[in-house]
């Protein structure tokens, strides 16, 4: 799958992986990967633009082979979403149309966390 941006649609792609997505009240946080089942488990009710970017999130976990939560694969989780849900030419874009990184999120569907990660990794957008 090379598709990045708003063309990335991590739905599909843990169809496609054969993982389950699942909606339940968690107890901490907003999504869970659960490699045991292949399940990832997201909080009910989240915002869309939140909910994909927790998704995205997870299959990093996913896809890197994380069978537990440290600080330093919460990283690297946040690091594989945003490379994936953020494409550069769709940030400099807006980016250009606006000076407000909220603007961003909301034309690029990411949280404000996921865009973060992105541009404190490549500095050539800011």
Do not use: K
């Not at 699942?22 to 292949?38: A, D, F, H, M, S």
């Not at 996913?62 to 537990?68: E, N, S, T, V």
């Not at 550069?88 to 149309?97: G, I, N, T, V």
């Amino acid at each position: 799958m090379t598709t990045t941006g708003l063309d990335y649609d991590p739905y599909e792609h843990a169809r496609r992986l054969g993982i389950h997505v699942v909606y339940r009240q968690l107890r901490t946080g907003n999504g869970l990967w659960v490699p045991e089942i292949r399940t990832i488990f997201l909080q009910t009710r989240m915002r869309l633009i939140h909910e994909r970017s927790v998704l995205a999130h997870e299959l990093g976990h996913a896809l890197m082979g994380h069978r537990d939560s440290t600080p330093r694969q919460e990283i690297q989780a946040d690091r594989w979403a945003a490379r994936h849900l953020i494409n550069p030419d769709e940030l400099r874009s807006a980016a250009a149309a606006s000076p407000d990184p909220g603007v961003w999120c909301h034309e690029l569907n990411v949280s404000a966390d996921i865009l973060e990660r992105y541009l404190r990794d490549d500095r050539r957008i800011a």
